[in-house]
């Protein structure tokens, strides 16, 4: 799919959360709107897509609205949000909820490197940098120097040990690429946390989260039933991903298999797992 790509200029990029995000933070920040990863794997089951106001009757994965000033705009509004979140709790942002930091378009526009260099210089007390992308291991320098003055957690989605669907797309970035990312990260001292939502078949679980251990800090494991903000998963439902999941393990699209995986998990990484809305923020269940 083609994907149409605008620039724009923003009055504000930090928006005060509602909903799922709620107790997990209190802003959150989108350096694009759309997303260039839409027609790949994690685009097929991504929640954003049935979002009508942020979509406007174009299919997800079509277009990409750079937000260029957006730097800027966290540097005019940071000294405000942070008062007001510092009442009644602390400063945290996830970047991002609805399109990934990393898409290819960012090695031009620079839009999520020029965000991260503000934050180092004026930091939130906690920054949740969520992708699906192996290239944020191109930006460990700047992360290692935002982790010196803030709670850094990276987010690598990784929901499955397998590459590839039946009839669906390639994923953004391979299994293996983002779990080298988690590697290299990690190593150079950043928190690394393995989101695997929505939770696809795994050929091996014993192996997937052995290997989960070995390279992040934690694990979060997050179904599509709960996860995608309907009752009983009926927005996934309604795309191609759910028959693709049944077509390999038909036991897969009931909520029973995210607890049989949270338990073989919970073997690997004892209270290190989290699951669902509490794992994102960094809720894990006791060992």
């Given at each position: 799919m083609a994907v149409t790509v605008s620039q724009t200029q923003v009055r504000?990029?930090?928006?005060?959360?509602?909903?799922f995000l709620r107790t997990v933070c209190s802003h959150s920040l989108q350096p694009y709107q759309g997303c260039s990863f839409g027609s790949a794997l994690c685009g097929i089951g991504c929640y954003v897509r049935h979002n009508g106001l942020l979509t406007r009757g174009r299919a997800w994965?079509?277009?990409l609205e750079v937000r260029t000033n957006a730097a800027?705009?966290?540097?005019?509004?940071v000294v405000v949000e942070r008062r007001w979140a510092r009442r009644n709790g602390h400063f945290s942002i996830f970047l991002s909820s609805s399109t990934d930091p990393f898409?290819?378009?960012?090695?031009?526009?620079?839009?999520?490197a020029a965000i991260l260099a503000a934050m180092?210089?004026?930091?939130?007390?906690?920054l949740i940098l969520q992708t699906h992308s192996h290239t944020i291991a191109q930006y460990v320098d700047r992360l290692t120097t935002l982790a010196a003055v803030c709670n850094l957690r990276v987010h690598i989605s990784i929901e499955?040990?397998?590459d590839t669907l039946p009839g669906l797309p390639a994923p953004a970035s391979s299994v293996d690429r983002r779990f080298a990312a988690a590697a290299l990260l990690r190593a150079a001292g950043i928190r690394v946390v393995i989101t695997s939502a929505p939770l696809l078949p795994i050929a091996d679980p014993e192996a997937f989260f052995g290997r989960i251990a070995a390279h992040a800090d934690a694990v979060v494991i997050d179904h599509f039933i709960g996860g995608d903000g309907s009752s009983k998963g009926s927005r996934t439902r309604r795309t191609s991903l759910p028959q693709a999941m049944a077509s390999v393990d038909a036991a897969c699209t009931d909520l029973a298999y995210r607890d049989r995986m949270v338990d073989i998990a919970r073997r690997h990484l004892p209270g290190r797992v989290g699951v669902s809305v509490d794992g994102f923020a960094g809720r894990f269940l006791l060992p």
């Amino acid at each position: 799919m083609a994907v149409t790509v605008s620039q724009t200029q923003v009055r504000s990029i930090l928006t005060r959360t509602s909903g799922f995000l709620r107790t997990v933070c209190s802003h959150s920040l989108q350096p694009y709107q759309g997303c260039s990863f839409g027609s790949a794997l994690c685009g097929i089951g991504c929640y954003v897509r049935h979002n009508g106001l942020l979509t406007r009757g174009r299919a997800w994965g079509s277009f990409l609205e750079v937000r260029t000033n957006a730097a800027d705009a966290y540097q005019r509004q940071v000294v405000v949000e942070r008062r007001w979140a510092r009442r009644n709790g602390h400063f945290s942002i996830f970047l991002s909820s609805s399109t990934d930091p990393f898409v290819p378009q960012e090695k031009k526009y620079g839009v999520t490197a020029a965000i991260l260099a503000a934050m180092c210089d004026m930091p939130p007390d906690e920054l949740i940098l969520q992708t699906h992308s192996h290239t944020i291991a191109q930006y460990v320098d700047r992360l290692t120097t935002l982790a010196a003055v803030c709670n850094l957690r990276v987010h690598i989605s990784i929901e499955s040990d397998r590459d590839t669907l039946p009839g669906l797309p390639a994923p953004a970035s391979s299994v293996d690429r983002r779990f080298a990312a988690a590697a290299l990260l990690r190593a150079a001292g950043i928190r690394v946390v393995i989101t695997s939502a929505p939770l696809l078949p795994i050929a091996d679980p014993e192996a997937f989260f052995g290997r989960i251990a070995a390279h992040a800090d934690a694990v979060v494991i997050d179904h599509f039933i709960g996860g995608d903000g309907s009752s009983k998963g009926s927005r996934t439902r309604r795309t191609s991903l759910p028959q693709a999941m049944a077509s390999v393990d038909a036991a897969c699209t009931d909520l029973a298999y995210r607890d049989r995986m949270v338990d073989i998990a919970r073997r690997h990484l004892p209270g290190r797992v989290g699951v669902s809305v509490d794992g994102f923020a960094g809720r894990f269940l006791l060992p």
